[in-house]
C-alpha cells in the first residue's frame, strides 16, 4: 500500500464478532480522520462510512478498495 492512508484497527462492532478500522491521512500535520471501515450485515461485507467533507482521490479509493478487498479475504478464510 502506498503512504496516503493509515488503517488503525478501532476495536470490534457492538457484537463483538467483527472489527472495525479508522482512516487516517498520513501527513506532516498528523492523522485526520476520514472514514470508519465496519461491518455492514445487510450486505455481509466491510463497508466504508466517510467523515463529512472528507475527498478522496483515485489513489486514496483504490488504497481502501485494496484494504477492504484484503479484510474480506481473511474473513472467508476462517
Known amino acids: ?9 478501532y476495536g470490534t462492532s457492538d457484537s463483538g464478532k467483527t472489527k ?7 501527513s506532516s500535520h498528523g492523522g485526520d480522520p476520514l472514514a470508519l471501515i465496519s461491518w455492514y450485515a445487510p450486505w455481509r461485507r466491510y463497508v466504508v462510512y466517510p467523515q463529512t467533507g ?9 488504497e481502501i478498495a485494496m484494504f477492504l478487498k484484503k479484510q474480506m479475504e481473511a474473513r472467508r478464510a476462517k
Open 20 to 26: 472495525r478500522w479508522e482512516v487516517e491521512a498520513r
Open 54 to 62: 472528507t475527498l478522496f482521490d483515485a489513489s486514496c479509493l483504490l
Open 1 to 9: 500500500m502506498s503512504d496516503l492512508l493509515c488503517f488503525i484497527e
